[in-house]
């Protein structure tokens, strides 16, 4: 059995994505302290297909110039990540989230990679070389500039990706 992974362009590619979000996320966001949030658009998705049919699982990259600790860094970032109920323990997230970190490889100038999860998701992330960011995260919404403290950030090297400080993403949360 062979799995295609795509890569594709964020805004092109969300009529495949928004029956999976819609049937995972409204059932996720109920009552979750960040159900009111606004988060960006992806500029790019990375789908991977069941293979009886139907798409299996998706993540979000974004890219952006953040500031960490007064300095300007261009980062790639990882949200969205989303598996269908039944085609959870097969190793679709995975092999996304290993897509998607390749692709930010690609892209020369991001220094790390960036995302924001709950707590339930820490292994998940830990066992895939991912480390907590230990400081203060911001990011603007609609009345300004907010500190992001609804999910943990969590980074992974491209290059050392900073482990402590600040960060603020210069616009909407991932």
């Not at 323990?89 to 020369?108: C, M, S, V, W």
């Not at 603007?140 to 050392?160: C, H, N, S, T, W």
């Amino acid at each position: 059995m062979s799995i295609e992974i795509d890569v594709l362009n964020g805004a092109a590619s969300w009529k495949a994505v928004e029956p999976l979000h819609n049937a995972i996320w409204p059932r996720e966001a109920a009552n979750k302290p960040w159900q009111h949030i606004q988060w960006a658009n992806a500029d790019l998705r990375v789908l991977i297909d069941a293979p009886e049919g139907g798409l299996a699982c998706h993540v979000g990259i974004y890219f952006r110039t953040i500031v960490w600790n007064g300095h300007e860094i261009h980062v790639g970032g990882i949200g969205g990540v989303m598996t269908r109920d039944d085609c959870r323990r097969r190793g679709y997230a995975t092999l996304a989230l290993d897509a998607a970190i390749e692709t930010i490889k690609a892209n020369e100038a991001a220094r790390f990679a960036l995302l924001v999860c709950e707590e339930k998701n820490f292994l998940f992330y830990r066992q895939r070389g991912w480390h907590a960011f230990d400081g203060e995260l911001y990011c603007e919404q609609a009345d300004g500039r907010i500190k992001f403290d609804l999910m943990a950030p969590y980074v992974f090297d491209i290059k050392p990706a900073p482990r402590k400080g600040v960060i603020d993403l210069k616009g909407l949360p991932w």
